[in-house]
């Protein structure tokens, strides 16, 4: 590797004549003079040579002076000219890779310790630097991350110090984040930026705007602006200013700073907007249930960017009865909620009416597929109970649903409705109703196929009824510990997240 360890500048050139060229450019960006310019037209013209790889060179301060590095690929004994212009040189040697090295002693005023205080200046780095950091910042969605991002980015790179301002509801500017190379200055950088009006922070230029003296250093404002809409502002601040260079790098940065703030902002509305959907489609919290111990658990999968398709509910019915639901419609997003909608509010308005269980179902696969296009398959487990003195009476349509288990409290389990077609699929489908009894103790377990099919591999976590099993571990427990213990267990089941929704539902006859 190359013999010490921080690199003023960095690049990889291809083994062409453009290499010459390219290296003379980065090198007299980064240290502001040709004394290189010779070396590097001879050391590059003898590699291009011997070699058809790519060359990665390096410059570094390294004593009084700086050195020019170039290391590449190439077969045979090494080989080197006479640089007569420099006061040393070498080569070292790794297998079938060779690194010639150059030292030069700098004119005055170039010498290491002349160097501003403040970042380094961009040079053959900065189209690495500038993807490194749109990877960054494409890699949060979060809005309150991306000025963090922002300024941790250009500090210390481009900038001793860095604010970033957002435009607020009132579409007034106001500094969001700001950090500094010494953490000590940052309050009193605060304090600086306080005495700059929102009038001087203009957002919506096209070009920065220059401040000439502000915290001590003199800044520049570039304007954060995506898709025509003024978001804030980017302000860096360096004591001897910022190089032409890093003037153009900055300006790169801060559209793309923009546009990941847009998106940011953008996806953070859609996802308040399908959770306030998908809040929208569930009961707003699950009522005490006279004489029935009942509990839910709700889980959407991803990041809340879309609206799942489970759903459940439990609402009384009259007359000591009480309707309940837990439900899965196809796919996911606003299709899915349409019909997750139509079966919520089609269950409680049938229910009012005073239609059987069996009834509505039938009705509600109706009226799906009167939706034409729109019709999304749905599996719906619907029932209705009555709480007794020897415990609770069911009865149940399942259509297409994951098979409902009722859990013995002396520790058997077995499922207890009978399969029935899906909703949505055909005109003519007939549904019947089935009765079961919880005795004291008792407990009904139904889920979404987020549970049964949960997947670790090859394996599916209801395989060799592996659902059955875990529910018979439960005997004794209440509704709400069934229900967390079938959920942990889904959880656990997979090391990775899970890709689908789950909805759990417990019905449980307590003990005398």
């Not at 420099?86 to 030292?103: A, K, R």
């Not at 970033?164 to 600086?192: C, F, N, Q």
């Not at 079966?343 to 109706?366: K, P, S």
Request: net charge negative; with cysteine; aromatic share 6%.
């Amino acid at each position: 590797m190359f013999r010490s360890s921080h690199p003023v500048v960095a690049a990889t050139l291809a083994s062409d004549e453009t290499a010459i060229e390219a290296a003379r450019q980065i090198v007299r960006e980064a240290f502001s003079t040709a004394v290189f310019d010779s070396v590097i037209e001879e050391l590059l013209g003898f590699i291009t040579r011997r070699t058809d790889h790519p060359i990665e060179i390096a410059c570094r301060y390294v004593g009084d002076g700086a050195q020019f590095e170039a290391r590449f690929r190439a077969e045979g004994r090494p080989v080197f000219p006479d640089f007569s212009a420099s006061d040393s040189w070498g080569i070292t040697v790794e297998g079938l890779v060779q690194t010639l090295w150059v030292h030069l002693i700098l004119p005055d005023g170039l010498a290491p310790q002349s160097r501003p205080e403040g970042a380094e200046t961009p040079g053959a780095g900065w189209l690495g630097f500038l993807a490194d950091a749109s990877d960054l910042l494409a890699g949060t969605l979060n809005p309150a991350m991306v000025p963090a991002l922002i300024a941790q980015i250009v500090v210390p790179r481009l900038a001793t110090w860095c604010a970033v301002y957002l435009v607020d509801a009132a579409g007034e500017m106001r500094p969001e984040y700001v950090w500094h190379t010494d953490e000590t200055k940052i309050d009193s950088l605060r304090e600086d930026l306080a005495q700059v009006t929102a009038t001087t922070v203009v957002p919506d230029r096209s070009a920065p705007v220059e401040l000439l003296e502000l915290a001590g250093s003199r800044a520049l404002i570039f304007p954060l602006v995506a898709r025509g809409r003024a978001l804030g502002a980017m302000c860096l601040g360096r004591l001897t200013g910022l190089t032409d260079e890093a003037v153009h790098l900055a300006e790169d940065l801060s559209h793309r700073a923009a546009l990941a703030m847009d998106n940011a902002r953008l996806y953070a509305e859609q996802a308040a907007a399908n959770q306030a959907l998908q809040r929208s489609l569930l009961p707003p919290d699950i009522p005490e249930v006279p004489g029935v111990d009942c509990a839910v658990v709700y889980e959407p999968a991803g990041e809340t960017n879309e609206v799942g398709g489970d759903f459940y509910d439990l609402f009384p019915a009259g007359d000591g009865r009480w309707r309940f639901a837990i439900g899965d419609v196809c796919g996911t997003g606003p299709e899915a909620a349409a019909v997750t909608g139509l079966a919520r509010h089609t269950l409680r308005l049938l229910t009012r009416e005073g239609y059987d269980v069996a009834d509505i179902v039938a009705r509600l696969n109706t009226a799906i597929l009167e939706e034409g296009e729109r019709a999304r398959f749905m599996t719906l487990l619907h029932g209705e109970m009555i709480a007794g003195p020897e415990g609770v009476r069911l009865r149940l349509v399942s259509a297409g649903h994951p098979e409902a288990l009722r859990l013995r409290a002396g520790g058997a389990v077995a499922g207890v409705v009978t399969a029935q077609p899906l909703l949505g699929v055909f005109e003519e489908a007939e549904y019947h109703t089935d009765v079961v009894d919880l005795e004291r103790g008792d407990v009904l377990l139904a889920v979404t196929d987020g549970v049964t099919e949960r997947r670790s591999g090859a394996r599916l976590l209801d395989d060799d009824s592996g659902l059955a099993k875990r529910l018979a571990e439960c005997v004794g427990l209440s509704a709400g510990a069934v229900a967390e213990r079938i959920r942990r267990a889904v959880a656990e089941f997979a090391p990775e997240p899970s890709a689908d929704d789950l909805a759990i539902l417990v019905l449980r006859a307590p003990h005398a």
